[in-house]
């Protein structure tokens, strides 16, 4: 025959979209902030990239020897998985733990479920929550940026969320800081992770996926909107308490999650309707956790507590195959 006939399983129309292309551009979209947080940090904030970065893809290189798989890092998912540990991490995180959690990410976060596509949780997520359950003396260690060039020393300094919420705690009621310096906190001035430093590059990150179509609007716009409002409702009740929802936005990791994390194709819902439940669900699970919970930040908690939601949701949003009868019980 001179034209046989091809046959094989749907999708039979391609989008030109690859793994290792998705990667890609996700990580080119990271680059603005690994940048900054190494002009912040300096060599500690690079030391924690490097350990995070090499050790999820030689985890992952270990993992594929001892299933007796195909190596897979081309595909670039463990070299995205280290970045973003990374940037859920303090500077001052000690080499060993930063390769502890390198390790957690891959081997307990993603290859024990059976590798890329399989994982029900973010790996860099589940990495995070680990370290910060286990160690958090050290989790909760952050230094203030001392630029390059600016001849300052790091120095000891807690997060603009930590400060809030001791203060909230000790005296109830907000601390300056709190109600002022928002344009600082825009740009990177303060205390936090890697990934906290400045919410101007990484919503330029997250504006380079969107324009790029990487992800949708879906889960980044609901997550921030659902925090901006349920903050917002908060501090109207009591702005001497509850912070300003600008706060809430420009500081700990909320545009991070909402861009680079909790947009992850395999632990998120498939559908529109989905997508902006999952989104709402965990920008009202991170407002709850940063005021009335143990830990500052909650953004993390959030994700990973919807990641274990996605199913359901998936379920009671599939779409309807055409022509199918509803029956009734």
């Not at 979209?29 to 002009?39: E, G, R, V």
């Not at 993603?110 to 050290?138: D, E, T």
């Not at 997550?223 to 308490?241: A, N, Q, R, Y």
Request: contains cysteine.
């Amino acid at each position: 025959m001179e034209n046989p006939l091809y046959l094989s399983s749907s999708p039979h129309i391609h989008s030109g979209e690859t793994t290792d292309k998705v990667m890609r551009l996700v990580i080119y979209a990271l680059l603005p902030a690994t940048a900054l947080s190494i002009y912040f940090f300096g060599l500690p904030a690079l030391s924690v990239l490097l350990i995070c970065t090499l050790g999820c893809m030689a985890f992952e290189a270990l993992s594929c020897k001892l299933m007796k798989q195909p190596l897979t890092l081309v595909d670039g998912s463990a070299a995205l998985t280290g970045i973003l540990l990374a940037l859920n991490l303090p500077p001052s995180t000690p080499w060993w733990m930063s390769l502890l959690g390198a390790a957690i990410a891959i081997l307990i976060g993603k290859q024990i479920y059976g590798g890329l596509g399989y994982n029900p949780f973010n790996p860099a997520l589940v990495a995070r929550v680990v370290l910060l359950i286990s160690f958090p003396v050290q989790m909760t260690s952050w230094t203030a940026p001392a630029p390059i060039g600016s001849g300052l020393d790091a120095v000891t300094a807690a997060t603009p969320l930590g400060e809030m919420k001791t203060a909230v705690m000790l005296t109830g009621k907000l601390p300056e800081m709190a109600t002022s310096g928002f344009g600082n906190y825009f740009l990177g001035n303060m205390a936090g992770s890697l990934g906290e430093v400045s919410a101007l590059v990484l919503l330029l990150g997250g504006f380079f996926l969107l324009f790029k179509k990487v992800i949708s609007w879906h889960i980044p716009i609901s997550f921030i909107g659902t925090v901006l409002i349920i903050g917002g409702i908060f501090w109207l009740l009591d702005p001497s308490k509850y912070p300003n929802p600008l706060f809430h936005l420009i500081t700990g990791g909320l545009i991070l999650g909402a861009f680079f994390m909790a947009t992850d194709m395999v632990t998120s819902p498939a559908t529109d309707k989905g997508m902006l439940i999952f989104g709402c669900g965990c920008g009202l699970l991170t407002v709850l956790i940063r005021l009335f919970g143990g830990y500052p930040e909650g953004v993390s908690f959030a994700i990973l507590l919807m990641n274990a939601c996605t199913p359901l949701i998936d379920r009671y949003t599939r779409p309807k195959i055409y022509g199918q009868v509803e029956q009734k019980a």
